[in-house]
């Protein structure tokens, strides 16, 4: 599940940076939200 979660994460990091610049600051929400939801699946690592 972590990995998924990763690799959803990383797409939209990637989508927030190089996408069309009108869905740029709602991806770059979503990185936000899966890398704080991520953060706490580990542990707060």
């Not at 009108?22 to 953060?39: D, K, N, Q, V, Y």
């Amino acid at each position: 599940m972590n990995g998924l979660l990763a690799a959803w994460t990383l797409f939209r990091v990637h989508k927030a940076v190089h996408g069309p610049e009108e869905s740029r600051e709602l991806r770059s929400r979503a990185a936000g939200a899966g890398r704080a939801w991520l953060t706490h699946r580990v542990g707060g690592a």
